[in-house]
C-alpha cells in the first residue's frame, strides 16, 4: 500500500510538472515546494519513489487479480 501511495504522489507530481512547463514554464513540483530547503530528503523522496515504482513493477503480476489469474 505504502508503494502505491508513493507512486501515485510520484504521478502526481510529474504531471504537475509537465502542465507547469506547458503552462508558462513555471515549476509546480510539489516535491521540490514543499522540501527545497532540504534537498537531501527531496532526494530520499525521489529515491523512495523510484524503488516503490520498482517494486510494484516487480511484484504487480502476483499482486493483481487481472494480470495473476492467467487471463
Known amino acids: 500500500m505504502v508503494s502505491w501511495i508513493l507512486i501515485i504522489v510520484g504521478a502526481v507530481n ?3 510538472v509537465g502542465l507547469g ?3 508558462g514554464g513555471s515549476s509546480w513540483n510539489v516535491v521540490s515546494m514543499l522540501l527545497g530547503s532540504w534537498p537531501q530528503v527531496e532526494a530520499i523522496v525521489y ?3 523510484g524503488a516503490a ?3 510494484e513493477l516487480v511484484s504487480h503480476k502476483k499482486n493483481c487479480r487481472q494480470c495473476g489469474s492467467g487471463m
Do not use: H, I, K
Request: charged fraction near 0%.
Open 14 to 16: 510529474w504531471g504537475l
Open 21 to 23: 512547463a506547458l503552462l
Open 47 to 49: 529515491v523512495l519513489v
Open 53 to 55: 515504482a520498482v517494486y
